[in-house]
């Protein structure tokens, strides 16, 4: 093989909550996101309880794809997309998450957009959860710590399979599942899971917990989409920072493995349908009883995933210590700077050779068909009085990466799907809240603090990627 196969699906990818707005438009509810204000680097965006007036939540109004939807996909597909990712805002059909009757307007909105989509030849590539479950299944049960979300949830899964079966055929449950692996940070535990902590609760165990929850409604998700529709194709999604150790010490190179235990055991039970024996040791170690029934364990190996989704953004890199005998691996102290690499504006390590290693570790793990989701350049653009915007470093960046990935795949002989740069149009971070911190091949006039017209201007690195897409990844 020389290149990318003749169907290889380009495209980019966004979430509802980042771009859509209307945040009470057509029935919809309140959403974890909408809950949550602008934050920066370094500042972590503040989790409001209910939405509190004179705040700034950037998710309430984000950039308008909610009315402005139609321009934006006639703008994809000059680009010349193959395929759009983006997510079912969950509230728009379940408003408050626990209703036994789906919300008809929201389910005509997304009608509406994806038939938009067809109309162009662009297939959409659909997430159920992405960090936007309806807030009061946190405020009246607590988050995924509650076993009921399973039905909550594959309920929604159910309605939205039923409904758009013909005109959605990828699909993926859980939006980086794996992220809650950093649970001592307060912010994947709440956009994952819908968890607050107590002071001093014991937050590992609870995220296992809620994580098991989520991996059960994921397999009864799958299950139940292909009794509704055979070929429906349903993966999970991954959040892949490969972990490296900081030198070839052997304790330093065990910490990593044990890293990559601790972060990526969620991909073994999507795809394997069991718990990984380490992970089944750890938890005796650490005394944890967690609630796993014998229906759970079944349900997991019914509801295999049908491909691995992941998002590349970075590496990371850590090593042992000697306060840390048994070379466990805790995100928020374990890791350290790679030397060799160069970071973002937002400290991210940025390493294209991580993505061929990548694909090359899934696929050697898993072999299933693998699809990278989520790729892309954070940074801060400057528009010119043009209108203009000559982001050339993030064509470097994207350059670099599909070069990586063409050697996965054309060398190393990964099957891979495809590949859907986030934020193809600029959107809110939700890492930070931000405007200013942009992926986009597509500039929105909006700022960090709400001002801006909206307005929508090309950059450079949208007739770049227009060839990229046009000769099959030849030209780059
Ligand atoms: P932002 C952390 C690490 C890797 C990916 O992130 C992450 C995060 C969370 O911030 O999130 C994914 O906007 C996520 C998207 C997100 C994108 O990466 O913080 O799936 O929703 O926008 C980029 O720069």
Redesign the pocket.
């Known amino acids: 093989m020389s290149g990318f196969n003749a169907n290889f699906m380009w495209g980019g990818a966004v979430?509802a909550h980042?771009l859509e707005g209307g945040w009470q438009e057509g029935g919809k509810g309140v959403s974890v996101a909408d809950v949550m204000t602008a934050g920066a680097h370094g500042i972590p965006r503040e989790i409001t309880p209910g939405v509190i007036p004179g705040k700034n939540y950037p998710n309430h109004e984000a950039i308008d794809f909610y009315h402005r939807y139609k321009d934006d996909i006639a703008l994809f597909a000059e680009m010349g997309f193959k395929c759009f990712r983006t997510s079912i805002a969950w509230t728009r059909i379940f408003p408050l998450g626990d209703e036994s009757l789906p919300n008809e307007a929201g389910l005509q909105f997304y009608d509406c957009l994806f038939d938009e989509c067809l109309k162009h030849g662009i297939e959409p590539v659909i997430t159920l959860s992405?960090?936007e479950m309806p807030y009061p299944l946190v405020t009246e049960y607590g988050g995924w710590r509650n076993r009921k979300l399973i039905d909550f949830f594959v309920r929604f899964a159910k309605v939205v399979f039923k409904r758009y079966q013909h005109k959605v055929k990828y699909w993926m449950t859980f939006?980086?599942i794996n992220?809650q692996a950093n649970f001592h940070e307060d912010?994947?535990p709440f956009?994952n899971s819908g968890l607050k902590y107590s002071p001093g609760e014991d937050r590992e165990p609870v995220m296992f917990q809620a994580a098991h929850y989520e991996l059960v409604a994921s397999a009864l998700a799958v299950k139940a989409g292909r009794e509704i529709n055979p070929s429906l194709k349903i993966g999970c999604m991954i959040?892949m920072?490969p972990i490296y150790p900081l030198t070839c010490a052997p304790n330093d190179m065990m910490m990593a493995m044990n890293a990559m235990h601790r972060r990526y055991w969620f991909t073994d039970v999507h795809v394997r349908g069991k718990y990984p024996q380490h992970l089944l040791n750890y938890f005796a170690r650490r005394g944890f009883t967690l609630d796993i029934t014998e229906e759970d364990k079944q349900a997991l190996t019914q509801g295999c995933v049908d491909y691995i989704g992941f998002?590349y953004?970075?590496s990371f890199t850590t090593k042992a210590t000697a306060d840390n005998p048994q070379l466990d691996y805790d995100e928020s102290t374990s890791l350290v700077s790679n030397p060799y690499v160069q970071k973002s504006d937002?400290g991210?390590q940025i390493d294209p050779v991580g993505l061929r290693y990548s694909l090359n570790w899934f696929w050697d793990h898993y072999q299933l068909p693998l699809f990278i989701v989520?790729n892309?350049f954070?940074a801060i653009d400057v528009q010119q009085a043009d209108g203009s915007v000559d982001d050339q470093y993030r064509i470097d960046y994207m350059a670099a990466h599909i070069r990586e990935m063409k050697k996965a795949v054309v060398e190393d002989g990964v099957d891979l799907m495809g590949y859907t740069p986030?934020?193809c149009i600029d959107?809110?971070?939700?890492?930070?809240g931000e405007m200013k911190?942009r992926?986009g091949f597509i500039y929105v006039d909006k700022n960090n603090d709400g001002s801006g017209t909206l307005a929508r201007h090309p950059k450079k690195s949208f007739a770049w990627y227009q060839q990229v897409i046009a000769s099959n990844g030849e030209k780059l």
């Open positions: 979430a980042q992405h960090f939006n980086e992220n912010f994947a956009t959040a920072c998002s953004y970075m937002w991210w989520e892309g954070g986030w934020g959107l809110v971070s939700a890492g930070t911190k992926y």
